[in-house]
């Protein structure tokens, strides 16, 4: 040891000697680093990783050896013979990297190590080939031969350390080992060296200074290791944010899952309680239906004998108070009528058993005949009705009952919600292809808001205004479902205060040529 010592004190330029061992150092450190990356990657990128750490690794120490040797007998000029330089560089690296694909394939990393070794081993000595100088070299057995044990031993504790440890701690010794490998080799194979002046040697000096060349050498390999270093440190973190992508993705992909086994879970549900609903609807409609029927056999005896009592057909009642009670209870009996049959029409429609018979029905005539029937209820509140129709109206294919019913809801409401001395507008003309009837009022008029409510089954608007009219809630959601039914729609515009405007429209297919000669009737 102490003979190494000397070769690198007394025959070496130890500026360029710590120059060898940092570069030994980093390029080192930089291909255990390299060597980690490939491990911790996947297939295809360990693939290139493990060359890369191979090339970073012999360029350290192809560059170790060729500084330290132009850092040998400083005084002395030194050339080198370009074949076997050439040689000694793409063994280095060739070596590594085919040891460094043992360690990351092969288990015990050692074995890898051991070829990385014959790496350093085979670039020294090949390198030392090289070697031009006007002295002969002869060497010493005993120090080649430990020189060599050294490096493959070294090498290969390095990585099998490295292998062992693990993470940071087994990257830090990896690095170490393998830079003593290569030192150790070196100084060693220096020092088997023994060098005898010979002027008779024919010999060219170089043109270029050892420490220029050396820091050539030295920054080349730096950059080398460098961009090594960066590429992992780059990949690597290219590598964390894939994975925390990854990651992100699969969380998002079960929460997706969680949703779907939810949804599902929740459209079971739906569908069940859809289906509680639909067989309550239909236990409802059947309930109303029979009920309706129920009650009108005893209602039209009701009717049946309160007009006969109204018109005395067996003889006077006596009393004049008897004859009000039996009108009174004709009309309510009426009214309770006209109920049932509301209630019939829409359980029909809900069982899509409501039929229309369509037939030609002229509207001037339905809406006459509907004002006729109003006529003596609108003269007791002094309400002036005001009619127009258009001259080309035509003939409509409709049910002519339905759309009579529709318009005496429509005037019903009009006279019922009009104070006395009001305006009732009632037209009917072409516009745009449609049929349109509108009816309007100067009445006490629905809030914009309130137009859905008065639009729902037993739909009460609750106003105090409101709550002075009776009504059932029946009249104008029917007469919106005989009207879609037509294919048709019925449309309420309100203000409260000013009145009430009802549209109706009929679609083109229901507008038939007026007939010519038709006749007109008048209130």
Same mark, same amino acid.
């Given at each position: 040891?102490?003979?190494?010592?000397?070769?690198?004190?007394?025959?070496?330029?130890?500026?360029?000697?710590?120059?060898?061992?940092?570069?030994?150092?980093?390029?080192?450190?930089?291909?255990?680093?390299?060597?980690?990356?490939?491990?911790?990657?996947?297939?295809?990128?360990?693939?290139?990783?493990?060359?890369?750490?191979?090339?970073?690794?012999?360029?350290?120490?192809?560059?170790?050896?060729?500084?330290?040797?132009?850092?040998?007998?400083?005084?002395?000029?030194?050339?080198?013979?370009?074949?076997?330089?050439?040689?000694?560089?793409?063994?280095?690296?060739?070596?590594?990297?085919?040891?460094?694909?043992?360690?990351?394939?092969?288990?015990?990393?050692?074995?890898?190590?051991?070829?990385?070794?014959?790496?350093?081993?085979?670039?020294?000595?090949?390198?030392?080939?090289?070697?031009?100088?006007?002295?002969?070299?002869?060497?010493?057995?005993?120090?080649?031969?430990?020189?060599?044990?050294?490096?493959?031993?070294?090498?290969?504790?390095?990585?099998? *350390?490295?292998? !062992?440890?693990?993470?940071?701690?087994?990257? $830090?010794?990896?690095? +170490? /080992? %393998?830079?003593? &490998? #290569?030192?150790?080799?070196?100084?060693?194979?220096?020092?088997?060296?023994?060098?005898?002046?010979?002027?008779?040697?024919?010999?060219?000096?170089?043109?270029?200074?050892?420490?220029? *060349?050396?820091? !050539?050498?030295?920054?080349?390999?730096?950059? $080398?290791?460098?961009? +090594? /270093? %960066?590429?992992? &440190? #780059?990949?690597?973190?290219?590598?964390?944010?894939?994975?925390?992508?990854?990651?992100?993705?699969?969380?998002?992909?079960?929460?997706?899952?969680?949703?779907?086994?939810?949804?599902?879970?929740?459209?079971?549900?739906?569908?069940?309680?859809?289906?509680?609903?639909?067989?309550?609807?239909?236990?409802? &409609?059947?309930?109303?239906?029979?009920?309706?029927?129920?009650?009108?056999?005893?209602?039209?005896?009701?009717?049946?004998?309160?007009?006969?009592?109204?018109?005395?057909?067996?003889?006077?009642?006596?009393?004049?108070?008897?004859?009000?009670?039996?009108?009174?209870?004709?009309?309510?009996?009426?009214?309770?009528?006209?109920?049932?049959?509301?209630?019939?029409?829409?359980?029909?429609?809900?069982?899509?058993?409501?039929?229309?018979?369509?037939?030609?029905?002229?509207?001037?005539?339905?809406?006459?005949?509907?004002?006729?029937?109003?006529?003596?209820?609108?003269?007791?509140?002094?309400?002036?009705?005001?009619?127009?129709?258009?001259?080309?109206?035509?003939?409509?294919?409709?049910?002519?009952?339905?759309?009579?019913?529709?318009?005496?809801?429509?005037?019903?409401?009009?006279?019922?919600?009009?104070?006395?001395?009001?305006?009732?507008?009632?037209?009917?003309?072409?516009?745009?292809?449609?049929?349109?009837?509108?009816?309007?009022?100067?009445?006490?008029?629905?809030?914009?808001?309130?137009?859905?409510?008065?639009?729902?089954?037993?739909?009460?608007?609750?106003?105090?205004?409101?709550?002075?009219?009776?009504?059932?809630?029946?009249?104008?959601?029917?007469?919106?479902?005989?009207?879609?039914?037509?294919?048709?729609?019925?449309?309420?515009?309100?203000?409260?205060?000013?009145?009430?405007?009802?549209?109706?429209?009929?679609?083109?297919?229901?507008?038939?040529?007026?007939?010519?000669?038709?006749?007109?009737?008048?209130?």
């Amino acid at each position: 040891m102490l003979t190494v010592y000397n070769c690198i004190t007394l025959e070496h330029d130890l500026r360029l000697v710590a120059l060898a061992g940092f570069i030994c150092l980093f390029a080192s450190f930089s291909a255990m680093n390299l060597l980690a990356r490939a491990r911790e990657g996947a297939s295809w990128r360990s693939t290139l990783w493990i060359p890369a750490s191979g090339a970073v690794a012999g360029c350290g120490i192809w560059a170790t050896h060729f500084i330290g040797i132009l850092a040998f007998r400083p005084g002395e000029d030194v050339t080198y013979a370009a074949g076997a330089t050439v040689i000694s560089f793409f063994l280095s690296i060739t070596l590594s990297i085919a040891g460094l694909f043992l360690v990351a394939r092969v288990k015990p990393a050692g074995i890898g190590g051991a070829v990385v070794g014959l790496a350093i081993v085979a670039m020294h000595y090949v390198g030392m080939s090289a070697l031009t100088v006007q002295e002969h070299l002869t060497w010493d057995r005993d120090y080649v031969f430990a020189s060599v044990v050294m490096g493959i031993v070294f090498s290969t504790m390095a990585f099998q *350390l490295k292998a !062992a440890l693990g993470g940071v701690r087994g990257r $830090i010794a990896g690095t +170490g /080992f %393998l830079s003593l &490998a #290569i030192c150790a080799l070196h100084f060693t194979g220096m020092t088997a060296a023994t060098v005898t002046f010979d002027p008779a040697i024919e010999f060219t000096r170089p043109t270029v200074q050892p420490l220029v *060349l050396s820091i !050539a050498i030295a920054t080349i390999t730096v950059f $080398i290791g460098a961009f +090594g /270093f %960066l590429g992992s &440190a #780059i990949d690597r973190h290219l590598a964390s944010r894939s994975a925390q992508e990854a990651k992100r993705l699969r969380a998002h992909v079960m929460e997706l899952e969680e949703t779907k086994r939810k949804l599902e879970a929740t459209s079971e549900d739906l569908m069940v309680a859809l289906k509680s609903v639909a067989s309550a609807d239909q236990a409802k &409609a059947q309930f109303l239906a029979t009920m309706s029927h129920e009650l009108r056999t005893p209602l039209n005896a009701i009717l049946g004998f309160s007009e006969i009592m109204k018109s005395e057909t067996f003889g006077p009642l006596g009393n004049e108070r008897y004859l009000e009670y039996s009108d009174d209870i004709y009309k309510s009996g009426q009214h309770l009528l006209s109920l049932i049959n509301d209630v019939l029409d829409f359980t029909r429609a809900d069982a899509g058993k409501l039929q229309l018979h369509d037939e030609e029905v002229d509207i001037e005539d339905v809406i006459y005949s509907a004002i006729r029937m109003l006529k003596q209820q609108a003269d007791t509140h002094a309400l002036k009705l005001h009619i127009d129709i258009a001259a080309d109206m035509p003939a409509l294919l409709a049910d002519h009952r339905r759309i009579r019913q529709v318009l005496l809801n429509l005037l019903s409401n009009a006279v019922k919600f009009t104070p006395d001395g009001g305006d009732i507008h009632i037209s009917a003309a072409v516009e745009n292809g449609t049929a349109k009837i509108r009816v309007r009022d100067t009445g006490i008029g629905i809030a914009k808001e309130d137009i859905p409510v008065a639009l729902e089954r037993f739909g009460q608007i609750d106003s105090d205004i409101a709550r002075k009219y009776e009504g059932t809630g029946l009249g104008l959601p029917l007469s919106k479902c005989l009207m879609e039914g037509h294919g048709g729609t019925l449309e309420i515009e309100s203000e409260p205060g000013h009145g009430t405007t009802v549209t109706l429209t009929f679609p083109p297919e229901r507008l038939r040529p007026p007939s010519e000669g038709e006749n007109r009737f008048t209130a």
